[in-house]
């Protein structure tokens, strides 16, 4: 508590009493106020979106309010998800991603578990490493990618290019450093002597990892998750490069290959098929985010 | 259960030596404390008989063999470390069974294993519980009772108590020593805290610098303490060390403390330092206990002395009283219906019988 002393002799200067409150109302004025400048920002792209889908291609080229649906009509919906073409960009998508994330996760657990525990000689540098690697942007990459599979290709007969499972070589490169450093930190924040009190107990590392580790860790490795998801579900320049059939593209891919005709846009089902993109990711995110509850360590020591 | 044997153990972190060369030998059944002040390597030996750090040099015996190479799973010891460290995500039976359950063990042992502890420890309606439901004193029995189900050789404690509140630290001392009584395991018990070691311990371990200063019983130490290190850090208030020499005034021995105040020594430490140079610089430690207020009959050994009194602190069942001597302050306790005021004089009596003489230099008692 602080004492408000005033001296006498001083100027006399008002002194605000009360003014806890009035700060912490205009504080709050002012998050509403950004926090509504932000919402609107963000959420105006989807909902621009949302109405253009719901539109024929006649009402979008007619100069009508863009921001308002006449004729509603859910003909672009039902073309999309009748067409086996985009089930089939959505099918890869999804394969895709989910092998990613599996990948991912059995590499970067045990990775970060290794790196943030089990001190070996150069363990920090190589936990820096990672982390670099990660900072190397894709443009960088695809290129030099691209020359070394088809490297591959003339030397060995494996045909990977234009391959969707070629890209389960390629997003790891992407997730597996990020997803490794964020697991180091949420291991890092793990108090030490809970593995040594695992040690004591008889547990061996692979069970300290399986059985304390990633329990108790749980939060981080849905953050790693969702993440590893994201990144493979969005990805762009990698399957633009390395696959161009249409039975192997995925859903990013497909929709600008197969959707933009020339200078001809369909932007009805352009903004369908990238509204029905951005559903899986929103699923999951809603379904995790209930498991995604920090404090999980409440209670492991004192605190 | 076993003995623990320690030889010229050393710990060295780059340069650094944390520890510098332990013997110890605790037997079976001893409950043995280690106490210093921090970084004194009470806590880094204990990691080393527990396995949790590689030792540098010498040997640790469990039960007669050597375990120096040998993982912590295996030297069969059970560790209850300051912090708890429960696992968050199970729930206390859990907890407890975790070690049995790596081990296999069968199902109804287990169970009859964590009845009988939880019983021991009174957290039999909590065992269904996660830690973050449970106060500070009931995850520190949890953390005990994890210990106990396993049935170790050795037991080994980490500054068990230092998170809890002063009371319940005394109340978790006593179930410590009662779960000690019935269990009877060896035990090594790390605590910066004198007051844990001398009421806990069978034999009590002083450390300082990575070297040990003295060994022995809690009376021992209070008692016989063998260097300036021990006698000041065992017991509260601590001893108090007055500068002063020895000096022979009238063909007896005496200890000149200042200029004009000088005590005859009892016969039997005249006799014991008799041969101590004249000139040493000494100093004369005494126990506040032993500085009391003067009393009417004149007991052997017991010399009086008029001082003026700094503080006083009114303890209820004594006063604890501080006057400068010779620079130094030196505290008493005296009793609380003694006419004892701050600023005032005062009559004392120190028991001399009970003095300790040291070398101002070296530090050793003599």
Redesign the interface.
């Known amino acids: 508590m602080a004492t408000v002393t005033i001296d006498k002799a001083a100027p006399t200067r008002k002194v605000k009493y009360g003014s806890m409150s009035r700060d912490r109302t205009w504080a709050l004025r002012w998050s509403y106020f950004f926090l509504v400048i932000f919402a609107i920002f963000s959420l105006t792209p989807p909902i621009y979106m949302l109405i253009t889908s719901l539109k024929s291609s006649a009402e979008i080229s007619a100069a009508t309010n863009p921001w308002w649906v006449f004729h509603p009509t859910l003909e672009n919906y039902v073309g999309l998800l009748t067409s086996n073409q985009f089930l089939r960009f959505f099918w890869n998508s999804a394969i895709v991603s989910i092998f990613v994330v599996t990948i991912t996760m059995l590499i970067s657990v045990p990775a970060a578990f290794a790196l943030a525990r089990m001190r070996f000689w150069g363990s920090a540098v190589l936990a820096t490493g990672v982390f670099l690697t990660y900072l190397i942007p894709e443009t960088l990459l695809f290129i030099p990618l691209f020359k070394m599979f088809a490297v591959i290709g003339d030397w060995t007969g494996i045909q990977l290019i234009n391959k969707w499972y070629v890209l389960l070589i390629l997003y790891p490169t992407l997730t597996v450093p990020f997803c490794t450093w964020i697991m180091i930190g949420y291991f890092a924040s793990i108090p030490k002597e809970l593995d040594e009190a695992a040690i004591i107990d008889g547990a061996s590392w692979i069970q300290t990892l399986t059985r304390i580790f990633i329990p108790v860790a749980f939060p981080g490795i849905i953050a790693a998750t969702i993440f590893a998801f994201t990144v493979s579900w969005a990805q762009f320049l990698y399957p633009l490069v390395f696959t161009t059939s249409t039975d192997q593209l995925v859903m990013p891919v497909g929709i600008i290959t197969t959707l933009i005709k020339g200078d001809v846009f369909n932007w009805g089902q352009i903004m369908t098929g990238a509204l029905l993109g951005a559903a899986p990711p929103l699923i999951i995110y809603a379904f995790l985010m209930d498991y995604y509850i920090a404090g999980l360590t409440a209670g492991a020591t004192k605190g | 259960m076993a003995d623990v044997t320690l030889r010229k153990v050393v710990k060295r972190y780059d340069e650094v030596e944390a520890v510098r060369g332990i013997d110890l030998d605790i037997a079976d059944h001893e409950f043995v404390v280690l106490v210093g002040p921090s970084g004194c390597g009470k806590s880094t030996t204990l990691r080393m008989i ?3 750090e590689d030792i540098s040099d010498g040997d640790i015996m469990i039960g007669g063999d050597v375990v120096n190479d040998v ?3 295996d030297r069969d ?3 209850v ?9 199970m729930t206390v039976a859990e907890n407890m069974s ?2 049995l359950r ?2 296999r063990y069968p199902k109804a042992e287990i169970k009859s294993r964590i009845d009988e502890a939880a019983r021991m420890l009174d957290i039999v309606e909590l065992v269904d519980r ?5 106060s ?1 004193g009931q ?1 520190q029995r949890v953390a005990m009772g ?1 210990a106990i189900v ?1 049935n170790p050789k050795v037991f080994l404690f980490d500054e068990p108590l230092s ?1 809890l509140d002063a009371k319940l630290r005394v109340q978790m001392r006593i179930e410590i020593k009662k779960v000690h009584q019935k269990v009877r395991t060896t035990t090594v018990y790390v605590t910066h805290d004198q007051v844990e070691a001398m009421t806990l311990a069978d034999r009590v371990v002083v450390m300082n610098h990575g070297r040990i200063e003295q060994i022995g019983t809690p009376n021992e130490l209070y008692h016989k303490p063998a260097t300036k290190f021990v006698a000041s850090f065992i017991g509260s208030p601590a001893m108090n060390f007055i500068p002063c020499r020895l000096e022979d005034i009238a063909g007896k021995l005496h200890v000149r403390l200042t200029d004009r105040l000088a005590f005859p020594l009892p016969l039997a430490r005249a006799v014991r330092y008799q041969n101590i140079p004249r000139t040493e610089k000494l100093l004369l430690g005494l126990r506040p206990e032993h500085v009391t207020e003067a009393k009417p009959h004149p007991q052997p050994g017991v010399e009086t002395f008029d001082t003026v009194l700094d503080v006083t602190e009114p303890m209820g069942m004594e006063t604890l009283i501080y006057f400068t001597m010779e620079g130094s302050q030196v505290c008493g306790r005296v009793n609380p219906n003694a006419d004892a005021h701050d600023g005032a004089p005062l009559r004392l009596a120190v028991d001399l019988n009970n003095m300790h003489l040291l070398n101002e230099v070296t530090g050793v008692v003599l």
Do not use: E, S
Not at chain 2, 81 to 89: D, G, I, K, S, V
Not at chain 2, 130 to 134: H, I, R
């Open positions: 527990a396995g949790l993982p912590p799973k010891i059970a560790m470390f300051q912090n708890y460290a429960l696992y968050p995500h975790f070690g790596l081990k996660k830690p973050k439901q449970l500070g995850r994890r396993r998170n």
